[in-house]
């Protein structure tokens, strides 16, 4: 059975709680629930938030050791920021999707440069949450 980790970054778990204009009115567990009842239990799947950049980082130098097979990350504000970020995708050994739930070249400036992006194997942005059911689609056809 396949293993995907669902990692997500800062503020995420404000999901729904906030900005619904842009980020709709779903919570991070509704979309655990969502995923889970898509994908369960053909795959196996891990979800991880942290506001901390060092505990995303040490989250995915772990990930291939044990033994997933794909990484979905919205690495939130960090996506345009962090090098560590972009280096630890680079190292991982397993491949990544990046999804932004909103669309961000429709976005401030900078949020239209993704650091992580180059890491990743494809990027969906906009699609909302329906971003990651795509991302987990694609993972576990690859
Ligand atoms: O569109 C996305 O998924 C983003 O990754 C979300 C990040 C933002 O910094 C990126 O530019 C695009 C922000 C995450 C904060 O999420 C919140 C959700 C609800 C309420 C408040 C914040």
New binding site residues.
Partial sequence: MKKIAILN????D??????PE??GNATLGDLEKALRAEFAPAAKLEFFQSNHEGELIDRIAKLADDGFDGIVI????L??TSVALRDALLGARVPAVE????N?YK?EEF?HTSLTAPACTAVI?GLGLEGYHAAVRFLLKA
């Fill in positions: 970054g800062p503020n995420l404000r999901l729904g709680k906030r900005e842009i980020y919205n690495g939130g504000a996506t345009h999804v932004h739930i909103s961000i976005r949020r942005t």
